[in-house]
């Protein structure tokens, strides 16, 4: 039994004015691709209604497919007047907007394509002063390493006359520690590291960056942070898609280089990081790198004891039948990719020694949730004898990312009557209740942020290089240990069971486990 207490919505909020963007030429490699459609094109065209572009302000579009700008405009239209992420599409607005789009078309593996986008290039440029160029490289990783070099030999990675070149790099850098390395040293070639944006689009979601504020702007909370006071962090990053027109990607990636590696890794730096000196870049993606480096690399013995992989196999998504991951199209009939991945870590420093972080995140399960639990522990429990042991819950700060952005906190209080029994209440904070509106969406704040120059949300070199050296040796030993036998949790469930043990098996985590998803 439990209750739930709402805060108050804000009466008296006002936004601050809102920044405006560099003027900038923005290229984008694979804008024929789904991140373009989806989530690119709607944060621009959001961007410029609200008033956050310069005026002076272009986008090309590169991509092999063959198609006029016209063409291009018409198809961008269609995905954006659908996407979610478009706050308020308009005809009107749209048809001033398109006319910065444009399209070129060219295989990036051709050595005069880089002779031929630099020479349109210089004919837009004309547009835009000072004649800044921001490169977006949204293609697999294995393709963004040509992509770079392409662009120092054409000399179209510098900035000249005054302006500034930068290039936004999407996830996954590489596919393990070493791939990591080579595309961060060809990248190091060509543009400086202020220069570099590597975008995980999690570090631009409101409740990510209120973290920090939360923690570090809160007397109450931030002296109990810390192994004295918590028992154990629990992450979650639950999606009830399937791998839909991604397979081929998926088949290279699985869910542990797809998501642990880069968004759950940040979320758990940032909830164990010391505090910075100040948000600012360097001093924010120091922190972080420093929790990172003190998360020790497993052995083979420890990755089968400490994590969990699982692969979905037929079920049911809101009331529909819908595949196993290898009824998939594109997928192998004996595939051992995971669509599932469970862990748990240990930061071994002084802040949080013999506290264990749990993560799981998974494909086709109950249902979406993505979240920060930090379970503090639990008081002794004599005094309150007469209530039922599983009903005296502990104390729980819940950060939700996704759907629900907000905080809720978890904490016991005397029900009414003449016995002293406790029930656990929440106290609930929702972004939407409390400003009247979400947040904007992540693409959105980081596309704005990459044209003003702020790398604080974007991840740095050593910060990959460390979320790899964490990474690689579970892939290593996952390819020599035998794979389980797939698939083993059926679509629209809450994962494999293997999971529910993993948690649950720690000395006198009997009271330990997952936030049940299909409550």
């Known amino acids: 039994m439990s209750a739930v207490i709402d805060v108050n919505p804000l009466e008296k909020f006002s936004l601050e004015p809102l920044p405006t963007a560099d003027s900038c030429l923005l290229v984008i490699f694979g804008a024929s691709g789904d991140l373009t459609r989806r989530k690119l094109i709607p944060s621009l065209y959001n961007l410029a209604c609200v008033g956050c572009m310069n005026p002076q302000f272009e986008v090309l579009g590169v991509g092999r497919t063959e198609m006029s700008s016209e063409e291009f405009r018409a198809k961008l239209k269609e995905s954006a007047s659908e996407s979610s992420d478009t706050r308020d599409f308009s005809e009107s607005q749209w048809k001033e907007f398109e006319q910065r789009l444009h399209y070129f078309a060219g295989d990036i593996g051709d050595e005069q394509f880089y002779a031929r986008l630099g020479q349109r290039l210089g004919e837009m440029q004309k547009s835009v002063s000072p004649p800044n160029r921001l490169f977006y490289v949204s293609t697999p990783a294995s393709v963004a390493g040509p992509i770079v070099e392409g662009l120092a030999r054409s000399g179209m990675s510098h900035g000249g006359d005054g302006g500034w070149a930068r290039i936004i790099l999407e996830k996954p850098f590489g596919h393990d520690l070493k791939s990591a390395q080579e595309l961060n040293a060809i990248v190091h070639k060509?543009?400086?590291?202020?220069?570099?944006?590597?975008?995980?689009?999690?570090?631009?979601?409101?409740?990510?960056?209120?973290?920090?504020?939360?923690?570090?702007?809160?007397?109450?909370?931030?002296?109990?942070?810390?192994?004295?006071?918590?028992?154990?962090?629990?992450?979650?990053?639950?999606?009830?898609?399937?791998?839909?027109?991604?397979?081929?990607?998926?088949?290279?990636?699985?869910?542990?280089?797809?998501?642990?590696?880069?968004?759950?890794?940040?979320?758990?730096?940032?909830?164990?990081?010391?505090?910075?000196?100040?948000?600012?870049?360097?001093?924010?993606?120091?922190?972080?790198?420093?929790?990172?480096?003190?998360?020790?690399?497993?052995?083979?013995?420890?990755?089968?004891?400490?994590?969990?992989?699982?692969?979905?196999?037929?079920?049911?998504?809101?009331?529909?039948?819908?595949?196993?991951?290898?009824?998939?199209?594109?997928?192998?009939?004996?595939?051992?990719?995971?669509?599932?991945?469970?862990?748990?870590?240990?930061?071994?420093?002084?802040?949080?020694?013999?506290?264990?972080?749990?993560?799981?995140?998974?494909?086709?399960?109950?249902?979406?949730?993505?979240?920060?639990?930090?379970?503090?522990?639990?008081?002794?429990?004599?005094?309150?004898?007469?209530?039922?042991?599983?009903?005296?819950?502990?104390?729980?700060?819940?950060?939700?990312?996704q759907p629900d952005d907000g905080i809720s906190i978890a904490f016991d209080v005397k029900q009414p009557g003449t016995h002293m029994r406790a029930l656990t209440v929440n106290a609930n904070f929702s972004y939407e209740t409390a400003f009247g509106a979400k947040g904007p969406p992540a693409y959105e704040t980081l596309l704005l942020d990459s044209m003003r120059g702020d790398a604080t949300l974007f991840t740095r070199r050593d910060e990959v290089e460390a979320e790899w050296r964490i990474i690689t040796p579970i892939e290593q030993a996952w390819a020599q240990l035998p794979a389980p036998a797939f698939p083993n949790y059926a679509a629209g469930s809450e994962g494999p069971v293997e999971a529910d043990a993993l948690i649950s098996a720690y000395p006198g985590g009997d009271h330990r486990g997952w936030r049940r998803l299909s409550n």
Do not use: C
Not at 195 to 222: A, C, M, P, W
Not at 324 to 335: A, H, L, T
Not at 365 to 389: D, M
């Open 190 to 401: 060509s543009f400086d590291e202020k220069d570099v944006f590597r975008i995980d689009h999690y570090l631009g979601k409101e409740t990510v960056q209120n973290i920090l504020v939360f923690r570090f702007g809160n007397s109450l909370f931030e002296p109990v942070w810390n192994r004295n006071y918590i028992d154990h962090v629990e992450i979650s990053a639950a999606e009830t898609v399937g791998v839909e027109s991604r397979a081929g990607f998926y088949e290279e990636t699985g869910a542990l280089r797809d998501m642990v590696a880069n968004h759950l890794l940040q979320l758990l730096a940032l909830t164990a990081m010391e505090p910075p000196i100040e948000f600012e870049a360097d001093s924010v993606r120091g922190q972080k790198v420093q929790v990172l480096k003190s998360i020790r690399p497993m052995t083979v013995e420890e990755v089968a004891k400490r994590t969990v992989r699982g692969q979905y196999g037929p079920g049911e998504i809101a009331g529909q039948p819908v595949p196993g991951y290898r009824e998939e199209q594109g997928v192998k009939k004996d595939s051992v990719t995971e669509t599932y991945a469970a862990v748990e870590f240990y930061v071994d420093n002084w802040r949080w020694a013999g506290v264990p972080f749990y993560i799981r995140t998974g494909k086709h399960l109950a249902r979406p949730s993505s979240e920060i639990r930090v379970h503090f522990k639990r008081t002794p429990q004599a005094l309150f004898a007469s209530t039922p042991y599983e009903q005296l819950g502990p104390n729980v700060i819940t950060l939700r990312i």
